[in-house]
DNA sequence: CGACGATTTGAATAGGATCAATGGGAGTGG
DNA sequence: CCACTCCCATTGATCCTATTCAAATCGTCG
């Protein structure tokens, strides 16, 4: 790794606080790689051999079972993915694929494992990190049960809204992979959209105006125990 | 707390390796009560307290919104719930019942995070009862995003014939609850049993019998990284 | 230009939910 | 012990949501 990749990547929330040394032993065997788009990095069902972090572009982790395909979620920096199963030393449950160009830093299981165990700091950070991963698992599984594709859809453009600071939304995908995020078929997600449209959402390619928030807040009952990622 | 409830307690895995000081800090301020059925113990929306493990008995974590309610997880001794919201001392993203009769510990958050940063071996503990929790929710999440409720009932079927170790199973709670837990409607559930009839499976009030494996299996087709709980 | 994939729309179907009605235990009180 | 009640479970009918299959359109990229 070059010098100031390392730090660059001393800078990164999840390394502060930690002591010198014990970062640099994470770090040796460490790789910073840029991979492009639709680039398969992990694979479920393999053990798990490296801590995944984005650094930057963007990851989707994905499931497989009897021939269908799911999006489970979007990885965005400063973000690990797969964490529960390096510290487990098991298999991951989930594959990762790059969406678009993307680097990231890899970091081998065993050197987690060790520092774990070492650096209070980076434990804590690692804990931190594992328990965020939890709940928004959960508020993803609370959604699904809970709501409509409709209704995921509607609140999932509120939170685009606030994410964006504006009306006039971009979509950061393609709506093939938004549908599959949200637990429907890209035709059912197309429908959807025009469900919303007496409820104030135009729709223009990938851009999305919402004319009258309150009109589409209405309908979605949007709570902050399932939309709110910070949480 | 009884000197006799004490030393069970410290005996649990949890504590294993725990410095015997930090275990009493952590037991001090702890309750351990026995509640009974259908209690709420925990509401989601409200700030995390206190840390529960569930020591005997089987608690129901389920969530609501829009007037609408479903079934998260079941938990049973000895597992702890919503423990990342303690860590990140932030609200419940869930409810919790009780479902029969359930002795509970109850630590307080503030004891949780102390002894966390403190005593390596129950962070260590802590951590590990988190990645399992975590990627129990994403085998869920998987459950309920790649297969129609029929094959849940069918893989959750197969599940408990290796739990309980014989081709008649007894349901370990009532269909109602099983059925929010699959993600379906108790008439739904109804039907998916009378749609499992051709491929070897009798239900007789909530004894079911498994009279050919092999067709329940092929029909199901589980896989271990969304069935075996152990992964 | 031509090929390919993404998106949309239509039609038909399947999967699930809802509503209504009935049967069946378990528990309660007389 | 029996009647009564309540809730769970099942079944039928119907409705709604969402998927599947097919076809058309659009845009991008080589």
Redesign the interface.
């Known amino acids: 790794m070059r010098p100031e990749d390392r730090e660059q990547i001393r800078r990164l929330n999840i390394f502060e606080g930690m002591d010198d040394e014990n970062f640099d032993e994470l770090i040796r065997a460490s790789y910073l790689q840029t991979f492009p788009a639709q680039m398969e990095l992990i694979t479920?069902?393999e053990p798990a051999d490296f801590l995944h972090i984005v650094i930057e572009g963007c990851v989707e982790l994905f499931?497989?079972?009897?021939g269908?395909?799911?999006t489970?979620a979007m990885v965005y920096p400063v973000n690990s993915f797969i964490?529960?199963?390096i510290?487990?030393d098991?298999?991951y449950?989930?594959s990762a694929r790059t969406n678009k160009k993307s680097r990231v830093l890899m970091i081998p299981a065993i050197n987690v494992r060790r520092i774990?165990?070492t650096d209070?700091a980076f434990?804590?950070a690692?804990?931190?990190e594992?328990?965020?991963?939890?709940?928004s698992?959960?508020?993803?599984?609370?959604n699904?049960?809970?709501?409509t594709s409709v209704?995921r859809l509607a609140n999932r453009l509120l939170r685009y809204r606030i994410a964006q600071q504006t009306d006039d939304i971009t979509l950061p995908y393609d709506k093939k992979l938004l549908a599959s995020n949200l637990?429907m078929t890209p035709e059912n997600l197309s429908r959807a959209f025009n469900t919303l449209k007496p409820y104030g959402v135009r729709v223009d390619g990938n851009k999305i105006s919402i004319t009258d928030v309150d009109e589409l807040a209405n309908f979605a009952?949007p709570?902050p125990?399932?939309d709110d990622q910070s949480?």
Chains 1, 2 share one sequence.
């Open positions: 479920e069902g499931a497989q079972a009897n269908r395909e799911s489970m964490l529960a199963a510290l487990k098991a298999v449950l989930m774990f165990d209070p434990s804590k690692m804990v931190v594992l328990s965020n991963c939890y709940r698992v959960v508020k993803d599984h609370k699904i049960k809970l709501r209704e637990g009952k709570t125990l399932i949480v």
